[in-house]
């Protein structure tokens, strides 16, 4: 995984890697409370006019790419660096740092949600692949014990069940257990991670 990553990256990141990695399973870790808000904040994807998936023309890459590949590698060759610095410091925060706070979700990110994870699906039915998509709730969430009052992952969980992909929801594994995850970065602790496996494994068993 690469830190900040959200889903359309991540597809992106599938369908460039896919072939040479040959995976048998795809595990994709899903994080509704800030996923949801990576697809508003990146802008790099949005639906297509048949309901597939399309590169969102312009976003926040393009606008900072040159017209000419050769430009970058010279750049890179002469600096170390592919982008003036400037370029890269707007990107970093955009591409690489999750939000603090999901911003409210509009229908229509939960529609170019449900569009990537068909596109996931495909992707994964390509490779000849297992695709199985892990629900993972906040610390706040574990804490609260109130699966009703989460609605960002009841709308991710929909989408998932809507357009087929199979799924594991650790909120049944964490929500009352705030100590699986470590207080001072709220991911999970090695007890987790435990439970996490514990409960993939039980999914992919049936």
Same mark, same amino acid.
């Given at each position: 995984?690469?830190? =900040?990553?959200?889903? #359309?990256?991540?597809?992106?990141? @599938?369908?460039?890697?896919?072939?040479?990695?040959?995976?048998?399973?795809?595990?994709?870790?899903?994080?509704?409370?800030? #996923?949801?808000?990576?697809?508003?904040?990146?802008? @790099? @994807?949005?639906?297509?006019?048949?309901?597939?998936?399309m590169a969102a023309k312009p976003n926040a890459v393009t606008a900072e790419l040159p017209a000419f590949r050769s430009l970058m590698l010279a750049?890179?060759?002469?600096?170390? %660096?592919?982008?003036?610095?400037?370029?890269?410091?707007?990107?970093?925060?955009?591409?690489?740092? #999750?939000?603090?706070?999901?911003?409210?979700?509009?229908?229509?990110?939960?529609? @170019?949600?449900?569009?990537?994870?068909?596109?996931?699906?495909?992707?994964?039915?390509?490779?000849?692949?297992?695709?199985?998509?892990?629900?993972?709730? /906040?610390?706040?969430?574990?804490?609260?014990?109130?699966?009703?009052? &989460?609605?960002?992952?009841?709308? &991710?969980?929909?989408?998932?069940?809507?357009? =087929?992909?199979?799924?594991? #929801?650790?909120?049944?594994?964490?929500?009352?257990?705030?100590?699986?995850?470590?207080?001072?970065? %709220?991911?999970? /602790?090695?007890?987790? %991670?435990?439970?996490?496996?514990?409960?993939?494994?039980?999914? &992919?068993?049936?």
């Amino acid at each position: 995984g690469v830190q =900040g990553y959200g889903p #359309d990256q991540e597809l992106l990141t @599938l369908r460039r890697l896919g072939s040479k990695l040959a995976p048998d399973t795809i595990i994709w870790s899903l994080f509704p409370s800030n #996923d949801f808000n990576d697809l508003i904040k990146n802008r @790099l @994807l949005e639906e297509s006019p048949d309901g597939g998936i399309m590169a969102a023309k312009p976003n926040a890459v393009t606008a900072e790419l040159p017209a000419f590949r050769s430009l970058m590698l010279a750049r890179f060759a002469a600096t170390g %660096h592919f982008l003036p610095q400037a370029a890269e410091s707007r990107l970093q925060p955009l591409l690489f740092v #999750d939000s603090e706070a999901p911003e409210p979700v509009r229908e229509d990110t939960v529609v @170019l949600f449900q569009a990537i994870a068909t596109a996931f699906k495909e992707e994964a039915s390509n490779l000849k692949a297992k695709l199985l998509a892990v629900v993972i709730p /906040s610390l706040e969430e574990a804490q609260s014990n109130d699966k009703e009052s &989460m609605f960002l992952n009841q709308a &991710m969980i929909s989408r998932l069940n809507e357009c =087929g992909v199979p799924f594991v #929801d650790l909120s049944e594994s964490v929500l009352g257990h705030p100590e699986l995850y470590t207080s001072e970065e %709220h991911h999970f /602790s090695a007890a987790g %991670h435990r439970a996490t496996a514990a409960a993939i494994a039980a999914r &992919m068993e049936r």
